[in-house]
Nanobody, 123 residues
């Protein structure tokens, strides 16, 4: 089993950057596909980006493509979301998720979730 702990959220000006981290506690991190989702107040949790267990494949929501980059370091059991050119529509609680099967963009395919980290963008 893997437990997920996010960090790196905070307040940033529009156009700025943040890097979120997701530390996985457990010995089988390299077997899990990882993903980031986000949820803004009053909205459903939506897909942001995902990465396969080896890191060979990545997927992005259209709204973040070209601005966000998902990556992972299996040596230190950590996944990242580098967020550049942040926009006023990006604020949300960002959640890290994992699944022990192939990479997916579907929220319901992920059964392991972190507690979330808040991202706020000031205009």
């Amino acid at each position: 089993q893997v437990q997920l702990v996010e960090s790196g959220g905070g307040l940033v000006q529009a156009g700025g950057s943040l890097r979120l981290s997701c530390a996985a506690l457990g010995r089988t991190f390299s077997n899990y596909a990882m993903a980031w989702f986000r949820q803004a107040p009053g909205k459903e949790r939506e897909f942001v980006a995902s990465i396969s267990a080896t890191g060979a494949r990545t997927y992005y929501a259209d709204s973040v493509k070209g601005r966000f980059t998902i990556s992972r370091d299996n040596g230190i059991n950590t996944a990242y979301l580098q967020m550049n050119s942040l926009k006023p529509e990006d604020p949300a609680v960002y959640y890290c998720a994992a699944r022990a099967w192939g990479v997916s963009t579907a929220r319901d395919d992920y059964d392991l979730w972190g507690q979330g980290t808040q991202v706020t963008v000031s205009s």
